[in-house]
């Protein structure tokens, strides 16, 4: 049954079209004809008159009237035909637009039928058909015709419905059981639930829908332009719910059950493992056997043209390639790399696993390029290892920084680094050896007749350092032995990350421990000693491993540092001395200037005062006890005693009246430090071995000797302080400047002829 687009082709268009050639045919033979006959006539008359000249005005007078007639008639010939023409070329766009509308109505028909038929890819193409004719129809001059618009309408609802019912088919094709939206993915339980059911695309036993529906949806899809957003929605889900939790969570594997002339079915299952970080290779199996399940039955070539499933394959491997290969590295390949270079060797095992699981992906066409940043990453071992091990080991040194400095270990002497026996770095071992033999024999016998070194030259003083700078130092050695047949670029790095570590000490200890070392002088002591500790094997460490660093001649290694650790573990000293410094002088500043003392209460406060700073070197004494070198300890508290001793000579010297009783109790304080202060020199816990430092106390205490005079002074007649100045020689003078001396006599006695006596052999 013809439609109405038929009908009119037939009635109009082409009796139209005849009609028109008919009359432009006999128009164009009117015009031959007529040049025709004008050519004759023209002929002849020139053949008439030519004999005789005398009818030459009348002939040229008729040749011009019949030219005249001749263009008059060919305007109105050209006019005719301008009009046809126009007319010719009307028709013909008219007949072309109800081509476009007969095409157009053949593509829908074919459409619906092929809609109901299921054969998606015929009712793609058919639709595109239609499509395209509105598309012409669109570009004709009259585009504003209400037909037009209805037609584009129509196209574009059936386009819609085309869309809806792909996407319900497709619905039924690759079906998703997800946890709840409620569910918070943090574990391996919230997965549990996850399954995708992928189906045939119809069966054998159904003919009313043709077996293997799945390509002609497929194809259907890709015609209208919508496979890329399928499969673009398809991947986001298949990578969140089920690729990424098997590459994160070592104890989830995948089950697959086949169904057969149905599917088969993916789901997520527990097992028991103790790993905490996945294995390359079951990560490789595991995400392997998702994909090459929905390529045998999703994207397979039993289920789709090969054409269409290297498309299908090629644009799923597109959208989560970059995604899943970063959750691969980072998940897993991460923390498969060694712990020590040891093991670089076993790794390539995991680079072969790597490109065995890149080359299947090509196979099934998820993959396309030969080198990915998955392969790179795997292959590029010797830089990731360096890279993890330097991070491991700031990491691993900071948190020994920032630990407790309580715990102590004691060092001596003979107490030595422990450093791995490092191979040969290259040949002519045999002439060094010989030429360090030359060098001992030169040595000794140049020796021979010299006073010997003690054996403890250049060693550290017993003292107690923090276990995590023990630790620390322990950490450096083993991050240097790791260069040992590491490539050039790795042992680098880890040199350079050796050198970082004591960089980070240096900032970090100080401000993270900043309020402990000003409030407790037993971690000060400790950080001081730290600091030397440090100091003192950096000038050798370098030198150790120097044969094995490939850095150039000239490089300092870690000798550069020394200096600066030996100045902040005196710094942090120093700041510990000036607080105990200052709470020394505070107390005496209560002593009320040590005036006035035939007052009980001044007396009072004044002995108080002594004691106090007695007491506070004693616990002093006692904290650093064993835990700053000897010599150390005893210049530290031997600078407190005589800053103490320092201010009570000043105060005495500074009274202008010391009465008998004044004098007496002063120097009942003065005995006081003099009895009690070398008993604060206990650098060892053994007492027996004190007595020695105890007696050097002089040493030490640069105005012991002063106060000693001072107290002598204090209980002495005029006579007895003459001759202990000895004009200028004896005792007195050595620790007492003549108008120091005047001064105190002035205080001591009374103005007589006696004591003016005294103050006139007071000279130098």
């Not at 009119?8 to 031959?32: I, P, Q």
Request: with cysteine; glycine share 4%; charged share 25%.
């Amino acid at each position: 049954m013809s439609s109405f687009v038929t009908e009119v082709l037939a009635s109009s268009g082409k009796l139209e079209k005849d009609d028109l050639a008919c009359k432009v045919s006999k128009l164009s033979r009117k015009v031959e004809e007529t040049k025709e006959e004008v050519t004759d006539m023209i002929n002849k008359k020139y053949i008439e008159f030519m004999p005789s000249m005398e009818g030459a005005e009348e002939l040229l007078d008729q040749v011009e009237s019949v030219s005249k007639d001749i263009d008059l008639l060919k305007s109105c010939i050209e006019n005719e035909y301008a009009k046809l023409k126009q007319q010719l070329e009307k028709n013909t766009a008219v007949i072309d637009l109800l081509q476009h509308l007969q095409e157009f109505d053949t593509a829908i028909e074919e459409y619906h039928r092929a809609l109901q038929e299921k054969n998606y890819v015929v009712a793609a193409k058919q639709h595109g058909k239609a499509r395209a004719s509105v598309d012409a129809l669109k570009a004709w001059k009259d585009t504003e015709l209400p037909l037009v618009h209805a037609l584009s309408s129509e196209i574009t609802i059936q386009r819609e419905n085309l869309t809806y019912h792909l996407g319900e088919e497709w619905q039924k094709l690759a079906v998703w059981k997800l946890p709840s939206t409620k569910t918070v993915l943090t574990s391996v339980k919230s997965f549990l639930k996850t399954a995708l059911h992928l189906n045939r695309g119809g069966s054998k036993g159904d003919e009313s829908v043709p077996h293997a529906l799945l390509p002609s949806i497929l194809q259907a899809l890709s015609i209208q332009g919508e496979l890329h957003k399928k499969i673009k929605l398809f991947g986001q889900v298949l990578f969140k719910y089920m690729l990424k939790p098997l590459i994160i969570y070592p104890s989830l594997v995948v089950e697959v059950s086949s169904q057969p002339e149905q599917g088969a079915v993916l789901s997520l299952q527990c097992t028991e493992t103790k790993a905490e970080h996945p294995d390359p290779s079951q990560v490789y199996t595991k995400v392997l056997t998702v994909l090459k399940t929905l390529h045998e039955h999703l994207f397979g070539k039993d289920s789709s043209p090969k054409n269409e499933n290297s498309k299908v394959s090629e644009i799923l491997g597109d959208l989560i390639w970059e995604e899943m290969s970063e959750c691969i590295i980072r998940e897993c390949l991460v923390h498969s790399i060694p712990a020590n270079s040891s093991q670089l060797a076993e790794y390539s095992e995991v680079i072969k696993q790597t490109e065995d699981f890149e080359s299947s992906l090509k196979e099934m066409g998820y993959l396309i390029g030969d080198s990915t940043d998955l392969l790179k990453y795997a292959r590029n071992i010797n830089c990731h290892f360096a890279s993890k091990k330097c991070q491991d080991v700031i990491v691993a040194a900071r948190k020994l920084m920032t630990s407790e400095m309580h715990n102590t270990v004691k060092i001596t002497p003979e107490y030595k680094l422990s450093i791995p026996k490092l191979p040969s770095s290259s040949g002519g071992e045999k002439e060094r050896k010989e030429s360090s033999k030359k060098r001992a024999h030169y040595d000794q016998q140049s020796l021979e007749n010299e006073k010997q070194l003690s054996p403890n030259t250049l060693c550290l003083p017993v003292c107690r350092i923090s276990e995590s700078v023990q630790q620390l130092m322990e950490l450096a050695i083993q991050t240097l032995s790791e260069v040992v047949g590491s490539s050039p670029q790795c042992a680098v790095q880890l040199f350079y990350t050796v050198r970082n570590i004591f960089h980070l000490f240096y900032d970090v200890v100080p401000t993270y421990h900043k309020d402990n070392f000003l409030k407790l002088p037993h971690l000060a002591a400790i950080q001081h000693n730290n600091c030397m500790f440090i100091a003192h094997h950096l000038l050798t460490l370098g030198f150790q491993f120097k044969p094995h660093l490939p850095l150039k001649d000239g490089v300092a290694y870690f000798v550069d540092l020394v200096p600066g650790f030996r100045r902040l573990g005196a710094r942090c000293f120093v700041a510990q001395m000036n607080v105990q410094k200052a709470e020394m002088l505070e107390r005496l500043s209560t002593a009320r200037n040590f005036s006035n003392l035939d007052d009980e209460d001044n007396y009072s406060v004044a002995s108080k005062a002594i004691r106090q700073v007695i007491h506070q070197l004693r616990r002093l004494g006692k904290v650093w006890q064993d835990v700053l070198p000897v010599n150390i300890y005893c210049k530290a508290i031997g600078t407190l005693l005589n800053t103490a001793i320092s201010e009570l000579i000043n105060k005495i010297m500074m009274l202008e009246d010391i009465s008998n009783v004044d004098g007496e109790r002063l120097r009942t304080l003065c005995q006081t430090i003099i009895e009690e202060g070398p008993l604060v020199f206990n650098p060892l816990p053994d007492e027996n071995k004190n007595k020695k430092y105890q007696e050097e106390v002089p040493v030490y205490v640069k105005k012991w000797m002063t106060l000693k005079e001072i107290s002598m002074v204090l209980n002495a007649n005029l006579q007895e302080i003459v001759d202990r100045w000895a004009e200028g020689k004896g005792p007195l003078a050595v620790e007492f400047s003549c108008n120091e001396m005047k001064s105190l006599i002035r205080a001591l006695f009374k103005n007589t002829e006696r004591r003016a006596a005294a103050l006139a052999k007071i000279v130098k």
